[in-house]
């Protein structure tokens, strides 16, 4: 259960304001696969970054899409010597594409620093991800009925608890995030979070890197492809935190398309 939501939770919990990467940097991480060495650098958000901060998306990305995603390449940089649980069992999810209904939505969201000019809007419309609704129908997709819920602190949009039958609970915080331009016109991201798995007789901690990059087509089937790859690094108290140094110990990649979808409800809590 715990390597399933490790893996299934990540690349859309994409919430916070992020800033910009050194130019190349999140492309060239990405060139880089599966030779990552460390977690990345970007840096680190504040303790309580305020929810006004999310994620700002192009605007081609506003709407309700349909997505495929498929994995498509996985490594586990240290075996034998160290293989993360679950990483043998996610090797049947090669090539296995899942769907599943996700939509980024604009929202009037306030721009800091210009409230004392009275004649400027500070209020703009941006995209941004409904971050509740496409990381329930994710892990549905996984989990099918074993998840309840999963629910973004009002306070701050970088805390999400996902609530599974049984009383169990992971609980994902960003503690950095950038953005990346490419030009090409790639639009990529990357965040670190934090996971917490609760509720069993030894609560689990990890780190995870997620970094895609997502590109707008000339086509309509699919409108947008992304890039995506997942790093996953040992909490300290796993015996072999020291071991591994600063290398991930599990990394996937997948293919992300977006296909166009009218399906705009929310899914059953």
């Given at each position: 259960?715990?390597?399933?939501?490790?893996?299934?939770?990540?690349?859309?919990?994409?919430?916070?304001?992020?800033?910009?990467?050194?130019?190349?940097?999140?492309?060239?991480?990405?060139?880089?696969?599966?030779?990552?060495?460390k977690i990345t650098s970007v840096p680190s958000l504040p303790l309580e970054a305020s929810p006004e901060g999310d994620l700002i998306y192009p605007d081609w990305m506003a709407g309700n899409w349909h997505l495929k995603s498929t994995l498509i390449d996985l490594a586990a940089p240290l075996a034998p010597d160290i293989v993360t649980p679950g990483f043998e069992g996610n090797r049947r999810q090669l090539n296995q594409p899942v769907s599943f209904p996700v939509r980024f939505v604009k929202e009037q969201l306030p721009i800091t620093g210009l409230k004392f000019i009275p004649w400027i809007d500070t209020k703009l419309p941006v995209v941004v991800a409904d971050r509740?609704?496409?990381?329930?129908?994710?892990?549905?997709?996984?989990?099918?009925?074993?998840?309840?819920?999963?629910?973004?602190?009002?306070?701050?949009?970088?805390?999400?608890?996902?609530?599974?039958?049984?009383?169990?609970?992971?609980?994902?915080?960003?503690?950095?995030?950038?953005?990346?331009?490419?030009?090409?016109?790639?639009?990529?991201?990357?965040?670190?979070?934090?996971?917490?798995f609760k509720g069993g007789s030894n609560p689990y901690f990890?780190?995870?890197?997620?970094?895609?990059?997502?590109?707008?087509?000339?086509?309509?089937?699919?409108?947008?492809e992304a890039d995506q790859v997942t790093a996953v690094y040992l909490s300290p108290q796993?015996?072999?935190?020291?071991?591994?140094?600063?290398?991930?110990?599990?990394?996937?990649r997948y293919r992300l398309e977006f296909f166009p979808s009218d399906i705009s409800a929310t899914p059953k809590e």
């Open positions: 259960m715990k390597a399933i939501l490790s893996v299934c939770l990540i690349f859309l919990f994409l919430l916070s304001a992020a800033s910009e990467a050194a130019a190349g940097e999140l492309s060239q991480r990405l060139a880089n696969f599966p030779r990552w060495e509740a609704f496409n990381s329930l129908n994710l892990a549905r997709t996984y989990l099918g009925d074993r998840v309840l819920s999963v629910k973004v602190d009002p306070k701050s949009p970088n805390r999400q608890i996902t609530l599974l039958k049984g009383n169990l609970q992971l609980v994902s915080i960003v503690t950095a995030r950038a953005t990346e331009t490419t030009p090409d016109n790639q639009f990529i991201t990357t965040e670190v979070f934090q996971q917490l990890n780190s995870v890197e997620s970094t895609t990059a997502y590109r707008k087509l000339s086509t309509s089937n699919p409108v947008i796993d015996p072999d935190y020291f071991k591994s140094g600063s290398q991930p110990v599990a990394l996937y």
